[in-house]
């Protein structure tokens, strides 16, 4: 298996972690599900750094963000399938 780019801890989660220096508009990214190694391909919309999220679905507005089978935070806004999530568009509840 090549090494993935996104990590997502359970089916149940809407976003994804980048595991990869560089990760650029227009890559498909090896995703993997780490509770059952699982995996599928993601297109990414944007640059997007190491650490920081990716939508798995189109997000709406309100909806609520689960990283790791859990509630991390609220959508301030609409995201895209394969679009960049971070504070732009994300209200954590850790703060």
Known sequence: MTAPHLLVHDHADNVGVVVVEGLTAGTTMLCVVTHDNSSFELAS???VPIGH???LKDIKSGDTAIKYGEDIGKFVADV???AHVHTHNLKTKRW
């Open 53 to 55: 999220k990716i939508a």
């Open 45 to 47: 919309k944007a640059d």
């Open 80 to 82: 895209e399938k394969g």
